[in-house]
């Protein structure tokens, strides 16, 4: 019965490869988000959808792609992987747009490039 | 909103001890502020939030004040336990995007 999921939970790979990483959540909620936590554990929001609609696209490289086939996941897709591209990226989902509603984190998917 | 600052960094208190840690923000018009806890190795998750329309909210040992007229808000824990020792991020929400700022976070080590 897990909330929001993520796969794979660690991810290593080389510089230049092009990897993705899959979320789910079964809660029913409409908004999902990608967010980057770095060594120094700051965690900056990259990308949102809602209703399979991007609605916040952080300044992030265009190497990093992310695409929802449907409202319950949300996937993504970096091309060319660059060792400070090193970090656990967080898959979250909310009822919907609205503030109030709190964002459930998956477990992380760890990603280390060498 | 921007721009969140987040302090102290680091944090240590005995176990019984109050812990207190602030947050201050720049966008008049945010109006949403939460506060998440992730223990070491796992996810960050939602330990309390406050409204702009609330000055103050306390849920048992946790507890939040708001200043709006001085964009700052504070998470409260009363007679802390080592299982509260974790990083604690606030967060807030501006009145004119969807995204949710965090602060660098703080790490909480209550000591036995």
């Known amino acids: 019965d897990t909330a929001v999921s993520q796969t794979p939970k660690y991810l290593v790979t080389q510089m230049g490869n092009d990897k993705s990483i899959k979320c789910e959540q079964n809660?029913?909620?409409?908004?999902m988000y990608w967010y980057k936590q770095d060594s120094k554990k700051f965690l900056k929001i990259m990308f949102s959808y809602n209703n399979k609609e991007l609605i916040i696209n952080e300044t992030v490289p265009n190497r990093f792609s992310p695409k929802s086939p449907d409202k319950a996941h949300l996937n993504l897709h970096i091309n060319s992987l660059e060792l400070g591209d090193s970090a656990v990226y967080f898959c979250?989902?909310?009822?919907?747009?609205?503030?109030?509603?709190?964002?459930?984190f998956g477990p992380g998917t760890r990603l280390t490039v060498t | 909103g921007e721009n969140v600052e987040q302090h102290p960094s680091t944090l240590s208190v005995q176990e019984g001890d109050s812990a207190v840690i602030k947050c201050t923000y720049s966008d008049s018009a945010s109006n949403y502020f939460p506060w998440y806890k992730q223990e070491l190795g796992k996810r960050p998750q939602l330990i309390i939030d406050?409204?702009?329309?609330?000055g103050e909210k306390k849920d048992q040992r946790i507890a939040v004040t708001l200043n709006k007229t001085a964009k700052h808000f504070s998470l409260h824990i009363t007679e802390t336990q080592p299982e509260d020792s974790a990083v604690y991020f606030c967060a807030e929400r501006g009145g004119s995007n969807y995204k949710l700022t965090f602060g660098k976070g703080t790490l909480l080590t209550v000591n036995p």
């Open positions: 809660l029913g909620h409409d908004t």
């Open positions: 979250a989902s909310s009822q919907d747009t609205r503030p109030s509603y709190e964002q459930y």
């Open positions: 406050i409204r702009s329309n609330v």
